[in-house]
């Protein structure tokens, strides 16, 4: 009897002990699952964070964007009154355009804005241009007079526009020379070229 009350008694040891490892050993897990459920919680708040600080930033950004394109609009527009094109026909002794060159250059922007104006594409009968000159004046003030060129030219560079502002050209031309009285068939044509510069200066400003 004495010994199987002390393998009783063994068995119940081992049960206990068997018991109490068990409970540890969900208690380990528990602890596990709540720290992984802690740091995906944590994980995911951070995310959010991130991403509401990030779409505030763009926002931002984008005001920003906006603001920049409306304080840096740039529009340079050419009016002529009839064309761009310059034509001198029947070029004689004495001969002078009958209808002057009028180009109207507005600024609609909000910016300054640097341009050249420039004779291109040109075509003509006669092999020098000595005698045939030109003069371009500005709101009614002369700004320059000199030979018409035989070859693509800037006739003004670098001049400078302020918003809202318009500058009225005119130009004429005229032969101050001799052409032999037979010679009447003499022309000189050519394209008046608004050239706006790149005003990346400004826009940096």
Do not use: C, H
């Not at 068997?18 to 602890?31: D, H, V, Y």
């Not at 930033?57 to 340079?76: F, R």
Request: aromatic fraction near 8%.
């Amino acid at each position: 009897m004495e010994k199987n009350a002390d393998f009783k008694s063994e068995l119940e040891t081992q049960y206990n002990i068997l018991i109490k490892a068990q409970e540890q050993s969900e208690t380990r897990r528990f602890i596990i699952i709540l720290a992984i459920l802690t740091i995906t919680f944590l994980s995911v708040l951070v995310s959010v964070a991130f991403a509401f600080i990030a779409l505030k930033n763009s926002k931002k950004i984008n005001n920003d964007v906006s603001i920049n394109e409306k304080k840096y609009y740039q529009t340079l527009s050419t009016v002529y009154d009839n064309n761009s094109t310059l034509e001198l026909n029947n070029i004689v002794t004495g001969y002078n355009l009958p209808n002057p060159k009028i180009f109207q250059i507005t600024n609609e922007g909000n910016t300054d804005i640097t341009f050249n104006i420039k004779l291109i594409s040109i075509n003509t009968s006669l092999i020098s241009n000595n005698n045939l000159l030109y003069t371009l004046s500005r709101d009614n003030q002369t700004t320059i007079t000199k030979q018409l060129p035989l070859k693509d030219t800037t006739l003004l560079d670098n001049i400078k526009i302020s918003p809202n502002e318009t500058i009225t050209y005119t130009l004429t031309a005229n032969y101050q020379g001799n052409i032999d009285q037979a010679e009447t068939n003499n022309y000189y044509k050519a394209s008046i070229f608004i050239e706006p510069i790149d005003n990346k200066s400004n826009l940096l400003e």
